[in-house]
């Protein structure tokens, strides 16, 4: 630990963008709980998920989006094993789009848009374990999930997925993909994993194909194109970008001048190094959210890290989402707090790192309050959500705040060696995996050698009811 910063100036300028950068981190992947909402009543009962009766391998898509019409057309083809023996109605996650043709080997298959979802009929019942691919032809012009700029040529994706991709939103549906998407001429792309290819098209437009190799859950999907500057660098092994319409490459370079670092401090934590590039990039207007390799933040963020280099916060959670989320999934949304928490929590201990334990105390302070007000209000739950249907500007202060805070309690707990032995092993015990809460408690058992069946039904299992003055004698 470092001791804390002692410029009393500095210090108040730091604490005010310090609670900016708290705000800013309650909202981040907020969009996560609108794919839970999306769902009334079903997430996250495993049966009635679409996507239940599958297992999918791989998703071959190609986008094709218009950015001044504000819309898009699409095919994907799905490579899936069968599960459940006889299954032949099968229900993919489809958002608003439009399904016009569905096919398996050239043979046309019939198929009905229910709600959210498209469903499938299979020319025969499925054996388990049988092998299928189908293709799905489809059109839409999502108002959210695909975000259009054409005033300042740009588009990336916003969390939702199934608006423009036919696919499994569930985060325990892994699968690999590649993706093809067609930009106006002259914008530069990312998308997840690795660039295969980049190719002009006719009437002013190029083709980039990326190929995200290690299977991920569709929500983390996702691709940003625009007008934009560049910088770059490296962190051990890994190839970084920094882009933005707005900054400059000298000014990117200095909002992002702590990433490098930042993924070294999180593979540490995590007993695994960062694999891969990652890119960062400052887009018109978003909350903040992580995809495989890459995270947007809106360009207004940008230039408040500009103002103040310490406003990390942000940065350090969506980062921290590349190992605990991206690889280490909550299982199903229920167990929430498994990325959010986290990746809360690991953006303050790496502001504790790079600025001292004031900046790491004000984040905590920040997790206690919002606590506190919840329990005044009646409105603490437990970390865990059997049946998230709605969810609350509350509950997602539980998952973030909450979730980050009980770990802090975790860490004074078991002291500093046996809480970052358990968070490495529960890491590299479960990456690229699903997780529930039962899990990390395991990994935190064994690495302290103890029995936290305490801790986790008072902090983790169950609500604390505010202790309420007693009612005046009548
Ligand atoms: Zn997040």
Redesign the pocket.
């Known amino acids: 630990m470092r001791d804390a910063l002692k410029q009393p100036r500095r210090l108040r300028a730091h604490s005010r963008l310090l609670r900016r950068t708290i705000a800013a981190g309650v909202l ?2 907020a969009a ?1 709980a609108g794919l839970a909402a999306a769902n009334p009543g079903r997430a996250p009962n495993e049966a009635a998920r679409a996507g239940a009766d599958i297992d999918v391998l791989h998703y071959t898509a190609r986008i094709e989006p218009d950015l001044a019409a504000k819309s898009l057309r699409g095919e994907v083809a799905i490579r899936f094993i069968v599960r459940r023996q006889g299954a032949q109605r099968l229900d993919f996650d489809a958002g608003d789009l439009d399904i016009l043709a569905v096919s398996e080997d050239k043979q046309a298959l019939s198929f009905e848009k229910i709600d959210k979802r498209v469903s499938v009929r299979l020319a025969a019942p499925a054996a388990a374990g049988s092998r299928h691919e189908i293709d799905i032809v489809y059109r839409g012009a999502p108002r959210f999930g695909l975000e259009f700029h054409p005033e300042r040529s740009e588009l990336y994706t916003v969390f939702s997925t199934s608006q423009w991709l036919v696919c499994i939103d569930a985060p325990q549906e892994r699968a690999t993909l590649d993706l093809t998407v067609t930009v106006p001429e002259g914008l530069k792309a990312v998308g997840n994993g690795r660039l295969v290819s980049k190719s002009a098209l006719g009437g002013r437009r190029e083709a980039y194909r990326w190929r995200q190799d290690a299977a991920m859950p569709s929500y983390v999907y996702g691709f940003a194109a625009g007008r934009y500057n560049e910088a770059g660098g490296t962190s051990e092994n890994a190839a970084l970008r920094y882009l933005s319409s707005d900054l400059q490459a000298p000014q990117l370079r200095r909002v992002f001048a702590d990433t490098p670092d930042m993924l070294r401090f999180f593979g540490r934590r995590a007993g695994i190094r960062y694999n891969g590039s990652y890119s960062q990039v400052l887009v018109a207007k978003t909350i ?3 995809l495989a390799g890459f995270s947007l933040m809106s360009e207004a963020y940008g230039r408040e890290v500009l103002d103040d280099p310490s406003a990390q916060a942000l940065i350090a ?2 980062a921290a ?1 590349q190992w605990w ?1 991206n690889y280490v999934t909550c299982r199903d949304w229920g167990h929430f707090w498994l ?2 928490g986290f ?2 929590f690991m953006a303050a201990a790496y502001l504790q790192h790079r600025f001292g334990d004031e900046a790491y105390r004000k984040q905590v302070e920040g997790w206690k309050r919002r606590l506190d007000k919840l329990r005044e209000t009646g409105k603490d739950h437990a970390l865990i959500y059997e049946h998230w249907t709605r969810p609350s500007a509350d509950d997602r202060a539980v998952v ?1 705040q909450k979730g980050a805070y009980v770990l802090h309690l975790l860490r004074e707990e078991l002291g500093e060696r046996a809480f970052w032995g358990g968070v490495r092993a529960y890491t590299r015990a479960h990456y690229g995996h699903s997780v529930v809460t039962a899990d990390f408690r395991r990994a935190m058992e064994r690495a302290s050698g103890r029995d936290l069946g305490e801790f986790f039904a008072r902090w983790v299992e169950s609500a604390e009811v505010a202790a309420r003055p007693a009612a005046p004698a009548k």
Do not use: D, R, T, W
């Open positions: 981040a992947c996560y903040g959210q992580e959670h969506e989402h989320g990325n959010e990746a809360n973030y």
